[in-house]
């Protein structure tokens, strides 16, 4: 289409979009074209173009709408309404995500300008940010100087408004692109320059890849270039850059690379690979006579002789018809060597070419990540090339993972690599009787051609005669299904040129190969289009989430989507729904995955037939391990074994593919393998499954207090739990295991209270975390564990554990807001505490009642408390105890106002602390004496204090205690009158409170990032921010805390020239402060209400 525009009667999407397939229809019929002929040009299927404009296809390749923008001759403005097109269908289709902001960035800017954390997109913030983005990613990683950047905004802005805008744009860029710790936007006395690595930047990419490529083997290079061609996405979506030198630059270069691929590709015999990506560029720049060159060339040495001389026509009649020129002297020598037959297709060799590999399955989707890995293995360097000898790519996974079929479509795709063919065989590795090597020798010589009198009954001749034969040729040898590696090594080519690509279920250790290639599940996108290519795009496309819960429940297994899909389209009278309603009752959800013959339970039954007997019951036994992923000690006391035997048994499950390695030392099933070994061991007596559980919880509550006696030898809880065997060498294990089994914990309490035989473990367990939450603040998993353990202990009658349940309800109850509840729940475990004569909490229990009047701001009652808790601990082994009564007494002082009572009081806590060795105590009490030096000016000093206790607490992985830093810092930094800091630091404790879903922080630091936005002058965002904060900490009785925040929020009206109404605030603030006795406040709050700060 001339005009490039988009067509006025292509319909339009839901939010106003022309469809792909609708706006691919316009343009062809606007050609003249039929579909035939476009995808004979395009080199597609008939059936993929139809499939695409009749909208059963709505996701195409970028390649492949590159290949028909190509074969219809579109503009640039076309060809930009059609991969818009494109791009807004894949969004349509993908569910809304967040990027990690701790994800590795990626900027894409060989196409449409892409931002991604991960695998995720970033959306940047405005259009001038976009253009500055690319700017600096075309120029990278040289400098570009600031007037070409400012010269993008010139025209809106003055020249100085230009530079001051341009320093605010990239702030705000670099915010989105730079991950923590790294800069890649820097500043030169040239400019500013972007300093990205391969793996930030796909021109960075691009380039890498072509340097290598120079000094590679020709077909190593050929992998190479294709891969650096592959990072081309088409042309820029700016308008501002159009003409841009740097963007012209960087198209040069693409064109250049095009050119040396395409000069590979004729050396190596596959002169078609570039052709796609020549003809595409070639018809956006229609001048290009070295690219041309490079098109026409290729098209001869593709055996396209009268398309080559074609789009030497075309090119000259551009020159001439638009810049009146003639073709220079490269395009005229490309004619007649194309007239001369200079580039022939290399001639089909005098032997039979042997072609055993069954056709690529339709409805292949995905693996592209796995096909690559192939492809990359069997590639050869210069110096490989000279020294060949063949490679071995083993591909392994579970039943039904998909293997045979990437093994096809990868053995179809390396195809043109080995000109003698491929000789495949099924070895039947999963069948009660595995095809014998020596018969699949046979068959293989005999396809060579070797008479069948020099064929033997000698597997060590007849290996040797297969390796011979093989030497002179260049084939690939498929051994599909395979056993072990005694099965495949008969088989196997010598040295040459032959490679081997071998499927099993089980991981052949003992076989060399060049690559493993593990295949675990496809992805939620893939798991899409294999239903839609198999069921209908249509019906998809009609019930999306239907079809999205249908590839969750069959765990995206590629044979269980298959089996699925197919009921699916031999019942067009069914919905995606119906299907997916009789898959989700799990007990019968294996028997409904069948299809014909096929079955996903049949499959997994062949798996499970070939494991030794200790494994068997392994996989039985591991289904009743409650938590998604497992450990080796978790396993051995399931199975009644040491940690030695059970992970020899892991490993044996590990090789057959019936279980995963989550991570270093943790196994999980895949979902419908879960529910299989959930099906057998269902088939256990219950004395059987009943003891294996009761010997699980025993390891877990004895690994649980170990840990716990590590990394909080002091918390108080109950006695009597079993004493530990082992011990965690270091608090950083204990932590990380605690970390990692904490789900498993909660899990297995819940469950083990629902048996009234084995209850106790669920208030034991429940006691021994209560520690780890309060560092943790996991809430759902505090509150589920508790609920389990209240019931258990009320129902067991024993006054201690439900003494100890209640005080954890209660400090999880005060964790989320539910204050008052928390407090009812001390003061009634104190009360059982007492009955009971456990001293130990009911000191701890006094000290937490009087914590919790501090929150509320009572501070008077808070007093009394602390009081009669000192009383209680006057020796040493609760010396613990008293440490934190001190620490209370002292912000009691800090917040009347009595500093150096305040400062005593800390002290005294901290050298208690210090002489116990409870460190993390001791940093609660180094951030609060940090406070008292903030308020009495010692900046410096409080500075290093503060530094200290961050740097533990991160180390620690202790959330609150970072928050409450984070926080006590911002204000440092705001009295310091470093506000740009300050505010920074508020974010981030901010952003950690609702992390943490800790009600009492996140009014805290709500405060406190008001009143660092009001002293950055933000004081519109400061206003919302503090009146949240003050209603948050209203909702719950936070009295200081709102108090705080009405004199912050009594100081932004002030500043926002509403003097009255600070008045009113500055008021209430002091009434509320005087009444509960905290001086400080009082002073600051009379002060505002006597003279309210004006704005400057």
Known sequence: MGDGATPADAPNTPSGRPTVGRLLRTYRLHSGLTQRELAVRAGLSIAALRDLEQGRSTRPRRASVAAIAAALGLDDRAREALHTSVTAATRDHEPARVADPGAPVEIRVLGPLELRRGNEPVAIGSATQRVLLAKLALGAPEPVPRDSLRELLHGRYSAQDATKLLRTHLTRLRRLVEPAGQRLIVTTPAGYRLVATAAQLDLARLRQLAAQARDASPEYALTLLAQAAELWRGGCDLGELVGDPLLASVTEEYATLLRRFAEVARDVGEPERPLPRLRELAGRLEFHEPLHTALIVTLAASGRQAEALAAFQRVRANLREQLGLDPGDLLRDAQVGVLQQRWRVPETAARSVVQQLPAAPTGFVGREPELARIVAAVARTGHESRHASSRIVLVHGAAGSGKTALAHTAGHRLRPRYPDGQLYADLGGASPEPASPAAVLGRFLRALGVPADRIGDDLVEDSALLRTELAGRR??????????????????????????????????????????????????????????????????????????????????????????????????????????????????????????????????????????????????????????????????????????????????????????????????????????????????????????????????????????????????????????????????????????????????????????????????????????????????????????????????????????????????????????????????????????????????????????????????????????????????????????????????????????????????????????????????????????????????????????????????????????????????????????????????????????????????????????????????????????????????????????????????????????????????????????????????????????????
């Open 475 to 1096: 084939m690939l040898v498929v051994l599909d299904n395979a056993s072990d590696a005694a099965q495949v090594r008969p088989l196997l080519p010598g040295t040459g040129r032959s490679d081997v690509l071998v499927t099993s279920r089980w991981l052949l250790r003992g076989l060399e190969v060049a690559a493993s290639v593990p295949l675990g599940t496809l992805t939620a996108a893939e798991s899409l289009d294999m239903i839609a290519a198999a069921a209908g795009g249509e019906r998809v496309a009609a019930d999306e989430g239907s079809a999205q819960e249908l590839a969750t429940v069959c765990g995206h297994l590629p044979l269980a989507l298959r089996i699925a899909a197919a009921r699916l389209a031999s019942r067009p009278s069914w919905t995606i729904g119906d299907l997916v309603r009789r898959l989700r009752d799990e007990g019968g959800r294996l028997a409904q995955l069948v299809d014909g013959s096929t079955s996903v339970l049949a499959s997994f039954q062949l798996s499970y037939d070939s494991l030794s007997e200790p494994a068997r019951r392994a996989f039985r036994l591991c289904a009743l391990h409650p938590a998604q992923d497992f450990g080796v000690t978790a396993t051995g006391a399931l199975l009644d074994t040491d940690d030695a035997t059970a992970e020899r048994i892991l490993d044996e499950l590990l090789d057959a593919n019936m279980l995963l390695q989550y991570s270093a030392h943790r196994f999980r099933f895949h979902d419908l393998l879960r529910l299989y070994a959930g099906r057998l061991v269902g088939a256990e007596s219950g004395r059987t499954r009943h003891d294996a559980f009761a010997r699980l919880l025993a390891s877990y509550a004895e690994r649980v207090t170990a840990a716990m006696d590590r990394a909080l030898p002091q918390m108080v809880r109950l006695a009597g739990h079993p004493r530990p065997q082992g011990r965690f060498p270091a608090e950083e294990q204990a932590v990380a295991w605690l970390d990692a089994e904490a789900t498993a914990l909660v899990l297995l309490a819940e469950q083990a209270g629902r048996d009234d035989g084995l209850a106790d473990f669920a208030w034991r367990i429940a006691d021994q975390l209560r520690g780890y939450f309060l560092v943790n603040p996991h809430v759902d998993g505090w509150t589920r564990i508790v609920a389990a353990g209240w019931s258990a202990a009320e129902r067991s009658g024993d006054g201690r554990a439900r003494a100890a349940m209640l005080m954890s309800r209660g400090q999880a109850r005060s964790m989320v807001g539910r204050d008052l509840e928390g407090l009812d729940d001390t003061l009634a475990a104190l009360r059982l505490a007492q009955e009971c004569g456990w001293h130990a909490a009911a000191a701890y229990l006094s000290h937490n009642v009087g914590w919790q009047y501090y929150e509320f701001g009572r501070l008077a009652d808070a007093e009394t408390w602390f009081g009669r808790t000192l009383d209680l601990t006057a020796h040493e082994p609760l010396g613990h105890i008293r440490a934190a009564v001190l620490n209370g007494i002292g912000m009691i002082m800090l917040g009347r106002g009595r500093r150096e009572d305040a400062a005593t009081s800390l002290t005294a806590a901290l050298e208690i602390n210090m002489r116990t060795g409870r460190e993390r105590a001791a940093l609660v009490n180094r951030g609060n004496l940090a406070s008292v030096l903030r308020q009495r000016g010692e900046f410096l000093a409080a500075a290093e204090q503060l530094d200290t206790v961050l740097r533990r607490y991160r180390r620690r992985g202790n959330l609150r205690g970072e928050l409450s830093t984070l926080d006590e810092m911002s204000r440092l930094e705001i009295d310091r009158r470093n506000l740009a800091s300050g505010l920074s630091l508020a974010r981030q404790a901010h952003d950690l409170a609702v992390k943490t879903y800790d009600r009492r922080a996140q009014a805290m630091t709500a405060g406190t990032l008001g009143d660092a936005l009001r002293e950055s002058g933000e004081i519109a965002q400061a206003l919302d921010v503090l009146r949240d904060g003050v209603a948050m900490a209203r909702r719950h009785s936070y009295r200081y805390l709102e108090t705080r925040a009405r004199v912050g929020l009594a100081r932004a009206l002030a500043l926002a020239g509403e003097p009255d109404a600070a008045r009113r605030e500055a008021g209430r603030a002091e009434r509320v402060a005087h009444d509960l006795g905290f001086g400080a406040l009082a002073t600051e709050a009379r002060a505002i209400a006597v003279d309210p700060p004006a704005r400057d």
